[in-house]
């Protein structure tokens, strides 16, 4: 079923996609993987690894699988939020490990063991300034898709796992970058974004922009004050995401990328109090996803669960219901 199903997503390699994928892309180097200490607690195996995903970078990760995980295994990937890092979503790991999957977290870029100013963004934010003064990074969101996508690369190299059943889910800042993974990455079978499904060009429009700057406050302040605006409004967001994370308004945004995902099982967790993803966007980006199974006739591969009076985080039942979502169509 999986394998069906990363085929028939391969056939859509045009238009945004393509663009996306030229956009992200590094030069590619070996993986040159290590592999570093392994421990084993409460009947799981965790262990940590790490790859090269340019000549420049090396992405630090851990493993979780069950003890008693025999032959070729899916994967599920777990994508942390801003200010967070793998160590941070280590909790569903385990319950993933539990279930029968490996479970595998990642640091992105600027943080965790790849911030030299330790906990936190700081070193995130620093870097998102580079990138409006005119640097080539985009740690704004693309630069930690790319490492997904050379996460991919490697697992694929791994005995123990199995290529075509690749899960990807995310919290907030991991969740766009869930959605932008796989719609870039046809291997990745099933993709859950948690609170990060929005329309940025629709956000714009109606002036409801402030939730997600919010999220990368320190770096938007620089970039005004170094342009000279005192009172920033949609025009000059415009601009500074024209330099940080060009086309997250306009090709890249959620309602073209999402579609791109389908006929691939597909599950949006987002709230319906958000201040970071407005409701307006949310439906909008879900609408386009919708009409996209439909006509592939893959409806029972797409769900919203809009959480109810809930701001921006992920509940209980939430994520027990995106952990069903991985059993069912990845059969651990």
Not at 272 to 280: E, F, L, V
Not at 282 to 292: K, L, M, Q
């Amino acid at each position: 079923m999986a394998t069906a199903l990363g085929l028939a997503a391969g056939c859509a390699s045009f238009g945004p996609r393509s663009d996306f994928s030229h956009l992200i892309r590094h030069p590619r180097v070996p993986l040159s993987p290590q592999i570093g200490e392994t421990s084993t607690n409460s009947g799981s195996i965790e262990s940590h690894f790490s790859f090269a995903a340019d000549a420049q970078d090396r992405v630090p990760g851990i493993l979780l699988k069950s003890e008693t995980a025999a032959g070729r295994r899916p994967v599920v990937i777990v994508l942390h939020g801003t200010g967070g890092s793998k160590t941070s979503v280590l909790p569903l790991c385990q319950k993933l490990a539990a279930k029968g999957f490996i479970a595998v977290a990642i640091d992105g870029r600027y943080h965790g063991e790849r911030a030299l100013a330790g906990k936190g963004s700081v070193d995130y934010q620093d870097a998102i300034v580079r990138a409006w003064h005119g640097s080539r990074e985009h740690p704004f969101f693309y630069d930690t898709v790319w490492d997904v996508h050379r996460l991919v690369d490697y697992l694929a190299t791994r005995e123990d796992v199995d290529p075509a059943r690749i899960g990807l889910i995310g919290i907030s800042k991991g969740g766009i970058e869930t959605y932008l993974a796989a719609a870039d990455d046809p291997r990745i079978a099933v993709a859950v974004p948690c609170i990060g499904v929005q329309s940025f060009r629709r956000e714009l429009l109606n002036d409801d922009w402030q939730g997600r700057i919010g999220t990368i406050q320190n770096a938007f302040d620089t970039a005004a004050k170094e342009a000279g605006v005192k009172k920033p409004d949609a025009v000059f967001v415009k601009a500074f995401y024209d330099r940080v994370a060009p086309g997250i308004y306009g090709k890249f945004d959620g309602p073209a990328m999402l579609p791109l995902i389908a006929p691939r099982p597909l599950l949006v967790i987002n709230s319906d109090s958000d201040p970071h993803t407005p409701m307006a966007g949310v439906i909008e980006c879900t609408n386009a996803a919708g009409r996209a199974y439909h006509a592939l006739k893959a409806d029972d591969r797409f769900a919203v669960i809009i959480q109810p009076k809930t701001g921006h985080k992920v509940l209980p039942e939430s994520e027990q219901t995106a952990i069903d979502w991985f059993v069912k169509w990845l059969k651990p």
